[in-house]
């Protein structure tokens, strides 16, 4: 065997593994999204806010007022499996921001999060929600300072 042939079968020996945890990993992402999405509006986050997915009823809230860049802590009551949240804008990319919210306890689960800077002053966020596979999306009504 020549040198290039041993050269390319070690590269394909160690990229193969590679590539396939990988597309695992994307696959699992994409194959697990739900296949409906809740969306809800919610006034004022630091109040509280209310839903209702698949029959179960749930409550976000916020510790203080949401301003860009300023961590705060988000807890959702509601029974799930696993849970994390996200922050969008309509027609714009934010970034990763993906926070996994923490089991505290009776069907309690809790952040440290923060809005992402809008460089364009924008304050018409969405928070994401994926809970276990279902994605509840919810527009927020109270103005971000």
């Not at 590269?11 to 990988?22: G, K, Y």
């Not at 279902?134 to 300072?145: I, Q």
Request: hydrophobic share 40%.
């Amino acid at each position: 065997m020549t040198k290039a042939k041993l050269a390319l079968s070690l590269l394909a020996a160690i990229l193969l593994p590679v590539l396939w945890f990988n597309g695992a990993a994307i696959r699992e992402q994409w194959e697990g999204a739900p296949a409906m999405t809740l969306q809800a509006r919610c006034a004022n986050p630091q109040l509280g806010c209310s839903f209702t997915l698949q029959g179960q009823a749930y409550r976000l809230s916020s510790d203080q007022p949401l301003r860009a860049g300023t961590p705060f802590f988000l807890t959702l009551e509601g029974p799930g499996h696993k849970v994390s949240a996200s922050w969008q804008m309509q027609g714009m990319e934010m970034g990763p921001n993906r926070y996994q919210l923490q089991a505290i306890g009776d069907g309690q689960w809790r952040t440290r999060t923060a809005l992402p800077v809008c460089n364009q002053q924008r304050q018409d966020w969405e928070l994401h929600l994926l809970i276990d596979q279902h994605r509840v999306v919810l527009t927020l009504s109270e103005r971000a300072e």
